[in-house]
């Protein structure tokens, strides 16, 4: 059963930068196709950006695209999320995810994760 747990969280200005770290434990990590997510206070999930299991391309979503950015390494079974020149709207719960599965059109679909992280809260102030 992997474990997740993100941390990193907090609160940093408009404008600035954070580091998301996400620690992963109990299987084998270059298995696993990883991803962030994250959930704006009243809104649905949303995802940020992943990583194909076996793949050291990332893929990060259009609003976070040229700001995020996502690492992976895998001999420290550990993902990262670099925060840059955050908005107000980045604002959320920011979880760690993981799946088994060979996740194609479905990357960046929450449902499609099995694993999750109990979340670390971001907050963008002004």
């Known amino acids: 059963q992997l474990q997740l747990v993100e941390s990193g969280g907090g609160f940093v200005q408009t404008g600035g930068s954070l580091r998301l770290s996400c620690a992963a434990s109990?299987?084998?990590?270059?298995?696993?196709?990883v991803a962030w997510f994250r959930q704006p206070p009243g809104k649905e999930r949303e995802f940020v950006a992943a990583f194909k299991r076996y793949n050291s391309n990332p893929y990060h979503a259009d609003s976070v695209k040229g700001r995020f950015t996502m690492s992976r390494d895998n001999a420290k079974s550990m993902v990262n999320l670099e925060m840059k020149s955050v908005k107000a709207e980045d604002t959320a719960v920011y979880y760690c995810?993981?799946?088994?599965?060979?996740?194609?059109?479905?990357?960046?679909?929450?449902?499609?994760?099995?694993?999750w992280g109990q979340g670390t809260q971001v907050t963008i102030s002004s």
């Open positions: 109990g299987g084998a990590f270059s298995s696993y196709t």
């Open positions: 995810a993981a799946s088994s599965s060979a996740i194609t059109s479905t990357l960046n679909r929450a449902s499609a994760y099995q694993y």
